[in-house]
């Protein structure tokens, strides 16, 4: 065996000595009592890890002046260890000693690092296969664009779907906001129902009224301080008996006008509304974007055209007009906007 295989052999001896030593062995806990080494554990696991960095397998690259060096330090550290293994408490001085024994052996940490570091730093680069670092560089930036693509399709797919359910759910939405609306021709309804039920008892009230007071006339000029005396009295007293008459004929009249007008409103308001609640049923039977136009066209005539109230007669021109020009909306706006797009 050759010098320098031998300086080979210790220098990786000592060297794996020193990265296989246990820092807790210090302690000693159970032969020394107080006086453990506790505190000298913190700075031999810094000194240790320190051999560590330096791979056994990379001494053989290393010159017999490198060889040396290495042997030499983890023999030094080791021996320190030995010498903490081997302390005696009965040798007097104990706290002196101890702290000089913790002292030297933090203050080894310094001298060893700046031995030991040149060597580290060529183990490190000595042990990176730059190459495959490179090809495994490679292929990490190959893998993160084939998976950025595949997460770029992915979201344009989920992009694409979204859209599609963004379309469906506007169009519902629309839908179901007509229908909605129907909640307001359901209100009016609902008060000119009640509206027309006062008017209904109103006008049964002014009828017996009437009836009354026309049963009571038969009988008036048999009342004795009520009986015409001359024919100045007979006309003032038959005018008294018609003016009443008419007034509570025109009250009756009334009644009857408001309770009608009322009951109408109802049923024009109710009949908007049943529009309105059925327009989805339809548009979806429609099926096509034509169809669902003709469908919304006669709900916006059923909502829009003017109706007769009851209290003021409208002539049917308006109203069919309203209509007509309701349905003449989509048609008219196609060319305007064929137009546009020309210019």
């Given amino acids: 065996m050759t010098d320098q295989q031998t300086l080979l052999d210790d220098a990786t001896e000592s060297l794996t000595r020193v990265q296989s030593f246990d820092p807790e062995e210090l302690v000693q806990t159970s032969k020394l009592g107080a006086s453990s080494f506790k505190l000298a554990v913190e700075p031999a696991r810094k000194i240790i890890t320190l051999f560590k960095q330096l791979p056994a397998t990379t001494l053989e690259y290393f010159s017999d002046t490198e060889l040396t060096a290495v042997k030499n330090q983890a023999n030094s550290v080791h021996q320190l260890f030995e010498q903490i293994l081997a302390f005696d408490v009965n040798d ?3 706290i002196n000693r101890q702290n000089a024994l913790v002292q030297k052996l933090s203050a080894a940490y310094q001298g060893n690092f ?5 060597l580290i730093s060529y183990s490190m680069a000595k042990s990176v296969d730059f190459n495959q670092l490179e090809e495994q560089g490679r292929a990490s930036v190959q893998s993160i664009q084939d998976q950025t693509s595949k997460i770029m399709a992915e979201i344009e797919s989920q992009r ?11 169009k519902t939405a629309a839908e179901q906001g007509v229908s909605q609306q129907a909640v307001y021709f359901k209100e009016e309804a609902d008060a000119h129902g009640s509206d027309a039920e006062k008017w209904r008892t109103y006008t049964v009230r002014m009828s017996v009224a009437v009836g009354i ?3 009571s006339t038969l009988f008036l000029h048999r009342i004795p301080f009520l009986v015409p005396q001359n024919t100045y009295e007979t006309i ?8 009443i008459f008419f007034v509570l004929a025109y009250m009756l009249s ?3 006008k408001n309770f009608l007008s009322n009951r109408h409103n109802e049923i024009v308001n109710r ?18 974007q034509e169809a669902r136009d003709i469908i919304l066209n006669h709900a916006a005539s059923s909502v829009y055209r003017l109706h007769e109230t009851g209290y003021a007669k409208s002539s049917e021109s308006n109203g069919s007009s309203s209509s007509s020009i309701v349905e003449m909306m989509p048609r008219t ?3 305007i906007n064929a137009n546009t797009a020309g210019s």
């Fill in 160 to 170: 694409e779907e979204a859209q599609v359910i963004l379309e469906d759910v506007r």
């Fill in 254 to 256: 009334l009644c009857a």
């Fill in 92 to 94: 007097g001085d104990v």
């Fill in 213 to 215: 007071y026309g049963a």
């Fill in 236 to 243: 003032q007293f038959t005018v008294g008996k018609v003016l």
């Fill in 333 to 335: 706006s196609m060319p």
């Fill in 114 to 118: 700046t031995q030991l570091y040149p």
């Fill in 271 to 288: 009949h908007r509304q049943n529009a309105l609640m059925t327009y989805k049923a339809l548009v979806d039977a429609g099926g096509s």
